[in-house]
């Protein structure tokens, strides 16, 4: 659902749901910006962000943390983990575009 809504909106979006599809992804396309969820199957999200920020040539990508969590706790993991956004699945789909859209925008060339 998350992957039309942003397609729609005109962004390339690929989506891996294993650590293993999302580094094969990473060696062949630089992405504009990660959206990750906190839970997934082999790892969290908030360990991706940590390597992604400190351990690969990633450290300049925005990384939005996406989960069912509040907002108050996704804003604390994404402190903690150098995320450079946060947004609760219960905000909806429209605030996520909105939020890509922003940090997008953000981005300097």
Avoid at 23 to 39: C, M, N, S, V, Y
Avoid at 86 to 98: M, V
Wanted: hydrophobic share 40%.
């Amino acid at each position: 659902m998350e992957k039309a809504t942003l397609e729609q909106r005109g962004y390339e979006v690929r989506a891996t749901s294993t650590l293993t599809e999302f580094e094969q992804t990473l060696k062949g396309w630089r992405p504009d910006l990660i959206l990750t969820d906190i839970h997934m199957p082999e790892a969290k999200g908030t360990d991706i962000c940590r390597v992604l920020k400190h351990e690969y040539d990633t450290q300049d990508i925005p990384i939005v943390l996406f989960s069912s969590l509040s907002d108050a706790e996704l804003e604390k993991l994404a402190d903690a983990v150098g995320a450079d956004g946060f947004l609760s699945k219960a905000n909806g789909l429209e605030a996520l575009a909105s939020k890509i859209d922003e940090l997008v925008e953000s981005i300097v060339w």
